[in-house]
């Protein structure tokens, strides 16, 4: 298939041409969503990374158990990760918001 833009049969072309922006624009024009928004407070997500990580690895079950206790936390061969100290997750999956004075 020919491009376009250069008359040749190679792939298609990825970047817009000058005239082609003009087109993208959506200046003055203002989402559905916007009005709906307005005068919401501003989300802010909390950094929940870990500052540091570390890899254990132990040579047997009885060294595994050995540091569940020192960390005072439960270990099992599924473990994949633990915080220390003990963190408490949030599991939101079962959470939603609804209007005030609802009770649902």
Do not use: C
Not at 14 to 40: C, N, T
Not at 77 to 82: E, G, Q, V, W
């Amino acid at each position: 298939m020919a491009n376009p833009s250069t008359g040749s049969g190679s792939a298609a072309r990825l970047v817009p041409r000058a005239g082609d922006l003009e087109q993208l624009s959506f200046e003055g024009i203002e989402a559905p969503w916007i009005a709906e928004w307005r005068g919401m407070p501003e989300f802010v997500q909390e950094d929940l990374t870990p500052r540091y990580s570390v890899i254990v690895h132990f040579e047997s079950d009885e060294d595994m158990e050995r540091f569940s206790r020192l960390v005072e936390q439960t270990l099992t061969p599924n473990t994949r990760s633990i915080w220390y100290p003990e963190a408490e997750i949030g599991h939101m999956v079962d959470k939603r918001y609804a209007p005030e004075g609802s009770e649902s």
